[in-house]
């Protein structure tokens, strides 16, 4: 989850901030970013609002481009 640790970054969230405005821990913040696990479907729609960018994103760190 490459762009969510980039979007949080970019905006100067603490993970402590996302967790708590995303109703999960802060230590589940940290494993997603680090690759320790996975969220789920749902939890990505919601930060994908959250954050206002892609499920794409969120995941690679880039939007998805139609070649």
Do not use: C, H, W
Request: hydrophobic share 30%; aromatic share 10%; no cysteine.
């Amino acid at each position: 989850m490459i762009g969510l640790k980039q979007i949080r970054k970019k905006r100067k969230y603490s993970q402590q901030k996302v967790a708590m405005d995303l109703n999960i821990s802060r230590e589940s913040i940290s494993y997603y970013e680090n690759g320790q696990r996975e969220p789920s479907l749902e939890l990505l729609v919601q930060m994908s609002k959250y954050f206002n960018v892609s499920i794409d994103y969120l995941i690679t760190g880039k939007e998805f481009q139609n070649k």
